[in-house]
């Protein structure tokens, strides 16, 4: 197995870690029903799934025969 020639010094150890970190993941509010959901997500609201402001699917309508 191949190992270091030389010792990775802290420096350079320490900034290529500095990507890895946790971050807050970035919330909207919805202009249509006002429900707080995560960006580029779609989200349920009264048997609704909206995206962009919009209906994609609708189970209200399932239940009338």
């Known amino acids: 197995m191949a190992t270091p ?3 990775t010094s ?3 150890r320490d900034k290529r870690r500095t990507h890895k970190k946790a971050t807050t993941p ?3 509010k919805d202009s249509v029903t006002g ?3 995560l960006r ?3 989200h349920w609201h009264e048997d609704k799934l ?3 402001g919009r209906v994609v ?3 209200t309508e399932e ?3």
Do not use: C, F, M, P
Request: no cysteine.
């Open 35 to 37: 429900e707080v959901h």
């Open 26 to 28: 970035q919330l909207s």
């Open 10 to 12: 802290k420096t350079r």
């Open 57 to 59: 699917i609708d189970n």
């Open 50 to 52: 909206y995206y962009r």
């Open 63 to 65: 239940g009338e025969d």
């Open 5 to 7: 020639k030389r010792r």
């Open 40 to 42: 580029h997500r779609a």
